[in-house]
């Protein structure tokens, strides 16, 4: 089995480092092979995703992605800037499904902010849509306004559409992901605005229909951003398109106090996947062995459990990360009142050290 990996920019190849060399020990007999992406790509190829990078992702079966962005490539055109990498291999891979848990470890309750009592025991499930949306939908650009109060002033316009099988598709993941857990799924849209939400509330009512076992409610989206900080554990698994998803899955991460804990992955209809931290490229701490590793290498654990369908070794590189956890290290970003501080490094060296004792 073959996996691509993609360090990308900032941290990203800080992180992703010692996620390989956990995923090596785990499972010494994938291939692996490593193309540049995003920022570093441009720098090398110009161009975010050059078309080695795309192939080496699509002729594997999974991908480790670190993260992309800096900066220094804000003022670069669209085309070109680093997100244009992330945007395109989910594109070019149909990664229609970004499964993205908040979990609150116990160890790390402190680091929230909010009140303990709140968060404590936090385990919920954002499924974001992530191939349709106003992230993909056309047409959109610029012009001169043909209309309206300000027609003939510059305007720019972005399209937010939906079909009834990209709906279809990824509200039966999420009822499937349901069964696997509390059996409630609650779905964020923007229906009582939004032509597109009320097709996706009419689909996902519709596809309700063959999970009689699921209880499912409704939430526009404003009430469950509120919902989220109020109290997040009336959730479980939500579901949701792909903006609302990526600002409530940023909300959501931020909730257990440990964004630099959660990983994410996007998978598309063969269960080829895209594993990636939810946490960015942070380019403020870039280079200083600081960050924490700890998303990247869970993501290594998502990537053998749902692409390479290999449960065991996923679950020893969790355990291993539990047991560094429960001994008190940390990195900077968790480290909080108790416990040890360490770098980058030294974590990745923390868990190899826990995975060798049995
Ligand atoms: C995410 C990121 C991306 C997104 C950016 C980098 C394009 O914010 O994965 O959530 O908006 O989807
Ligand atoms: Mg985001």
Known sequence: MKVAVLPGDGIGPEITAVAVEVLKTVAPDLELGFAPVGGAAYEAYGHPLPAATLALAQSSDAVLFGAVGDWKYDALERALRPEQAILGLRRALGLFANLRPAILYPELAEASSLKTEIVAGLDLLIIRELTGDIYFGTPRGRRASPDGAFAGASE?????????????????????????????????????????????????????????????????????????VRAPKSFDVIVTGNL???????????????????????????????????????????????????????????????????????????????????????????????????GTEAMGEAVLQALSQR
């Open 156 to 228: 720019a316009f972005d399209t937010m559409r939906y079909t009834e099988p990209e709906i279809e598709r990824i509200a039966h993941i999420a009822f499937r992901a349901a069964k696997a857990r509390s059996q409630r799924v609650t779905s964020v849209d923007k229906a009582n605005v939004l032509e597109t939400s009320q097709l996706w509330r009419d689909v996902v009512n519709r596809v309700h229909q063959q999970y009689p076992d699921i209880k499912l409610d409704h939430m526009y989206v404003d009430n469950a951003a509120m919902q989220l």
């Open 244 to 342: 609302f998803g990526d600002i409530l899955s940023d909300e959501a991460a931020m909730l257990t106090g440990s964004i630099g804990m959660l990983p994410s992955a996007s998978l598309n209809e063969r269960g080829q996947g895209l594993y990636e931290p939810s946490h960015g490229s942070a380019p403020d701490i870039a280079g200083q062995g600081i960050a924490n590793p700890l998303a990247t290498i869970l993501s290594a654990a998502l990537l053998l459990r749902y692409s390479l369908k290999r449960e065991t070794q996923a679950a020893r590189i969790e355990h291993a990360v539990q047991r560094v956890l429960a001994d008190g290290r940390r990195t900077a970003d968790i480290v909080g009142t108790k416990g040890v501080s360490v």
